[in-house]
């Protein structure tokens, strides 16, 4: 199992300190907080007017999954007649082409989610196995 470390944390990803919090220990936001550095002065981070009794909107599942990084072959073993019709149903799954391509070059991480919704998208068009991203591992998903 992953142990967090503040440099997995994505810089401007706010932390929680609410020591009070019911949900704390399975919250990666007060991981986060727990595992910065001493000497760090400022960190964004989540106030308390934020949760509203035991239920809060911004917390995150400190459990780690696995995350992908990068699909240079993605689309190696299609046919290269349905490339760009499986490409275009994919890239929305990113936002947008210029998103698209930053994940493709494996900038950012693929969370689990959005690895079954490409998953998804090859079965719609009759592929059995799982679509290839060019790295696994083991980590958090900073949503």
């Known amino acids: 199992m992953k142990n967090l470390t ?3 944390v994505p810089k ?3 932390v929680c300190f609410q020591n009070d919090c019911p949900m704390k220990e399975g919250c990666l936001r007060w991981k ?8 760090m002065q ?4 989540v ?3 934020t949760r509203k009794g035991d239920v809060c909107p911004r917390f995150a599942s400190a459990e780690p999954v696995r995350l992908a990084w990068g699909m240079t072959r993605l689309f190696s073993r299609v046919p290269w007649y349905m490339v760009q019709a499986l490409r275009e149903e994919i890239i929305p799954i990113f936002g947008c082409r210029r998103q698209f391509y930053r994940y493709r ?13 490409v998953a998804q998208v090859f079965r719609r ?7 290839e991203f060019d790295v696994t591992k ?5 949503v």
């Open 138 to 142: 083991e980590g958090f998903d900073f």
């Open 32 to 39: 986060a907080a727990q595992v910065a550095p001493g000497q």
């Open 42 to 45: 400022t960190l964004v981070c």
């Open 125 to 131: 068009f009759g592929f059995e196995e799982e679509p």
């Open 47 to 49: 106030t308390p007017n």
């Open 12 to 14: 401007k990803w706010a």
């Open 6 to 8: 503040f440099s997995d």
């Open 105 to 117: 070059l494996g900038r950012w991480p693929i969370s689990p989610e959005q690895q079954q919704r």
